[in-house]
Each structure stands twice: as structure tokens, then as C-alpha cells.
T-cell receptor, first 113, second 114 residues
């Protein structure tokens, strides 16, 4: 089963609106990362938030982490058509035989001009 | 510009054929990774390498093989033993291997069966 899982699976908004995506995970983590993937391309790293951090900002992106609820959210403010992409959260798994990052199935975001 | 180059962009495999996907990075990163992406699923780790001449199996290594003879290169061979190879394959690298390291990705190779 997935360590991290995004919600919703798909999201469609008008340009200028805010987009919020959530990620829930099952076991304790050291870090949580968010990535973006444009159609047919590789993933691009957006933000890494550590377990002792509650909020991080990068431009129009705001990430929060609530370790008590085992969840994170990614907020994109004032969305643009160019934000249309899939967004993935990636968590680590502390109790495995090797350090690895586990990617969720992603949220597909469509921003309509 | 530093980055990761994957080639070819599209690849077709015949029955019983082995095919090799290329991944080259000029970021001077020690760690490299291969992932498989199927529609509606997250990325699944095939193999990873922490350093030259060393690599470990990921979650779905069966039917795949890799080598790491040079720091810059981490080719993936999809063997005939992989019965369902149709997928999007992504190569990534990070400065060192670890869960707190951002990964840099190539633009993928889409493999299909003829």
C-alpha cells in the first residue's frame, strides 16, 4: 500500500483561483517532498519540508505539514494555465531495509484560462 | 546546463528482445535511480545506485538489470523476462542517496511492445 496518497485525484479550477492538494501518509516520516510533472515530462522538485517544520513557502507555493494528522497540503495561489500538471507528494519510509522515497499516485490539476 | 538526459524518448520492444534505456547526468551526483510509472500510479523504484560500481534492487527489480561503471551513467536493461514492460521509465539523481535529498529527473523514455 502507498505510504503517501494525494487527494483529490483530479482538480479543475479557473485561472486566478487557488488550488489546494492534500497528502496523507501512514507511518512516521523524516521529510515530505512535493514534485510537479508536466505531461510527458520528468518530475520537478518543488519543496521539501522536514518533520519539525509546520509551513514552508516558495513563491506562490505554500506547504503545510501536520505530523499529528499525518498529512500535508500544497497550496498554489493565483493559479495560472502553466500550473496545469500532476503533483506528487513523496515521503520517506523509516522502517524499511534501505532509505527510500515513496511517491503517491498524484493529483492531476487543470487550470482553465 | 546541468541535467539528466534520457534516450531514446520512445522505444519499441519485440517479443524476446532485451532493450537498454540510457541515462546520463552531468550534475556530479553520486546517487542515481530508475523508476517505472504506470497510468494512475505513483513512481515505483526499480534499481538505485549510491556510488559507482554499486547498485541495489528496488521494489520491482525482476526482469530488469542495471550497471554503474561511470558516475555519469546508469543504463537500464529491460530483459525478455519482464512480461509487462509497457510503461514510462524515469531516471533520477541526487547529490547523495537519502530521504532528505531532492531528486532531479530526466524527461523519461516511453517503452511499448510491438
Amino acid at each position: 500500500s502507498q505510504q503517501g496518497e494525494e487527494d483529490p485525484q483530479a482538480l479543475s479550477i479557473q485561472e486566478g483561483e487557488n488550488a489546494t492538494m492534500n497528502c496523507s501518509y501512514k507511518t512516521s516520516i523524516n521529510n515530505l517532498q512535493w514534485y510537479r510533472q508536466n505531461s510527458g515530462r520528468g518530475l520537478v522538485h518543488l519543496i521539501l519540508i522536514r518533520s519539525n517544520e509546520r509551513e514552508k513557502h516558495s513563491g506562490r507555493l505554500r506547504v503545510t505539514l501536520d505530523t499529528s494528522k499525518k498529512s500535508s497540503s500544497l497550496l498554489i495561489t493565483a493559479s495560472r494555465a502553466a500550473d496545469t500538471a500532476s503533483y506528487f507528494c513523496a515521503t520517506d519510509a523509516l522502517r524499511t531495509s534501505y532509505d527510500k522515497v515513496i511517491f503517491g499516485p498524484g493529483t492531476s490539476l487543470s487550470v482553465i484560462p | 546546463d546541468g541535467g539528466i538526459t534520457q534516450s531514446p524518448k520512445y522505444l519499441f520492444r519485440k517479443e524476446g528482445q532485451n532493450v537498454t534505456l540510457s541515462c546520463e547526468q552531468n550534475l556530479n551526483h553520486d546517487a542515481m535511480y530508475w523508476y517505472r510509472q504506470d497510468p494512475g500510479q505513483g513512481l515505483r523504484l526499480i534499481y538505485y545506485s549510491q556510488i559507482v560500481n554499486d547498485f541495489q534492487k528496488g521494489d520491482i527489480a525482476e526482469g530488469y538489470s542495471v550497471s554503474r561503471e561511470k558516475k555519469e551513467s546508469f543504463p537500464l536493461t529491460v530483459t525478455s523476462a519482464q512480461k509487462n514492460p509497457t510503461a514510462f521509465y524515469l531516471c533520477a539523481s541526487s547529490i547523495v542517496q537519502g530521504v532528505n535529498q531532492p531528486q532531479h529527473f530526466g524527461d523519461g523514455t516511453r517503452l511499448s511492445i510491438l
